[in-house]
């Protein structure tokens, strides 16, 4: 009796969740749809804002398209990134995935992959006539995400590494650094003079665990996270253990901030564009905030690049950048129909241009009319891409999504509490993925 109970409460909890999306998600009265048309509603979850980015880009193209078909409705609804997966994985589990929704790539995918919930990109892309609309590079480096395909749309196509404030090098007589020793110098100084040396948004964990990843590529090279899937190496070698040790040592330093678990992405955001901050490790994806002449007060001439610095004895490049293509967004395999076809075809072949011409966003789709204005920060991170000679992963991109929780919450105590040690840190994760 007491299990049939649970099965009731259960389906319950999951009917009430099903009613509440569809009540978030609603908006405006919906258009007028000729008699004996049937309505279809293209619902889109995402933890973009959505007047911002690609969201942004999205809801115009699916407003034009809606003027000319108003039995096409679409409806946004925004989740934060921490609730995100859980979010996702419950609407799975009920056979009620959104039309499109943002996801991480790698193993959290690969599950909804194998339970067929994902619609298979290049085979309706192709089918579309879409995948010359896509890079090429981006397409193969989402499929390197996963087994079995391309199961995502490449929104962003980014390089990671380090911005940093002219003015301030400028002020100190400070250069770009091309070791991590040098980096760590300019920070001590810096923090002597009463400047907070890097903005971090520990708040969203993430920003914590790229600075790991960023020290282990340089150590052991741009593939190191996928020789860690394979076997080949642990996460308790020597030089993951340092490359916890070095950030665990930059956050007990200050050179963080003082409470940067309480810090959120847009607050790091805005303390490097308002000068409060001389560096910050970030992916291009923030070009459209850097390019944001009321949000930037710095001013876009005044931001400068470099690549992730070298490590002593470390076998790791300065042409070796991560490379990703943001937090893609897939398909449901159930809701996908002709009609949800043809408003993908509708938006995905004008996605790459609008991007571009009004956000200065590079993209994983390619561009036929680029701006003769374009944005010198655009212009710099679009050689910058041409020149990576091999990509690396993010560091939790083949872990599942309990040694991703794992590695981001630990993250915050790592860089806030020095009797937590970098050993302890990846020893946890290590007998996570193991298991």
Same mark, same amino acid.
């Given at each position: ?116 919930? +994902?619609?298979?990109? $290049?085979?309706?892309?192709? %089918? ?5 609309? /896509?890079?090429?590079? #981006? *397409? @193969? =480096? ?24 002219? +003015?301030?090098?400028? $002020?100190?007589?400070?250069? %770009? ?5 040098? /980096?760590?110098?300019? #920070? *001590? @100084? =810096? ?24 020290? +282990? ?219």
């Amino acid at each position: 009796m007491r299990s049939k109970r649970l099965f009731i409460a259960s389906r319950l909890a999951l009917a009430i969740l099903s009613l509440s999306v569809l009540h978030a998600c609603g908006g405006d009265k919906d258009p007028e749809v000729e008699p004996g048309a049937s309505p279809t509603t293209i619902f889109y979850l995402s933890s973009n804002k959505e007047n911002e980015g690609s969201a942004r880009i999205i809801g115009e193209l699916a407003q034009e398209y809606a003027a000319e078909h108003p039995e096409i409705r679409y409806k946004f609804e925004n989740v934060a990134e921490s609730d995100l997966n859980q979010r996702v994985q419950l609407l799975a589990a009920s056979n009620d995935l959104p039309t499109m929704f943002s996801y991480q790539s790698g193993k959290p995918l690969q599950d909804l992959i194998n339970s067929d919930a +994902a619609l298979n990109v $290049e085979e309706a892309f192709t %089918e579309l006539g879409l995948m010359s609309t /896509m890079n090429p590079a #981006a *397409a @193969e =480096l989402l499929k390197s995400y996963a087994d079995g395909g391309l199961f995502a749309i490449p929104l962003e196509l980014n390089i990671e590494g380090f911005w940093y404030n002219k +003015a301030i090098f400028s $002020e100190y007589g400070l250069s %770009e650094p091309q070791t991590w020793k040098e /980096m760590l110098d300019i #920070a *001590a @100084e =810096l923090k002597e003079h009463d400047i907070q040396p890097f903005s971090v948004a520990g708040k969203d964990k993430w920003p914590i665990t790229r600075l790991v990843n960023a020290y +282990a590529i340089r150590m052991y090279g741009a593939d190191v996270m996928e020789r860690v899937d394979r076997g080949e190496i642990a996460l308790t070698s020597p030089g993951f253990v340092e490359a916890a040790q070095v950030v665990q040592n930059m956050g007990l330093s200050g050179y963080f901030g003082p409470r940067v678990n309480t810090i959120d992405m847009s607050t790091s955001v805005d303390m490097f564009l308002q000068g409060k901050a001389a560096m910050f490790y970030m992916g291009s994806w923030q070009l459209r905030a850097f390019n944001d002449e009321l949000r930037n007060q710095i001013g876009a001439d005044n931001i400068g690049f470099f690549s992730i610095p070298l490590v002593e004895g470390g076998s790791g490049t300065l042409d070796e950048y991560p490379v990703n293509a943001g937090l893609t967004t897939s398909f449901s395999k159930s809701a996908y129909t002709p009609e949800v076809g043809e408003w993908i075809k509708y938006v995905f072949e004008r996605y790459g241009d609008r991007a571009m011409n009004e956000l200065g966003m590079v993209t994983g789709f390619n561009v036929s009319d680029m701006p003769e204005n374009l944005p010198p920060l655009t212009k710099q991170i679009q050689q910058k891409i041409g020149e990576v000679t091999k990509g690396a992963l993010w560091f939790e991109a083949r872990f599942d999504t309990n040694a991703q929780l794992m590695a981001w919450n630990n993250a915050q105590l790592l860089v806030t509490n020095d009797d937590y040690s970098p050993l302890d840190y990846m020893t946890a994760l290590q007998n996570e993925i193991s298991n």
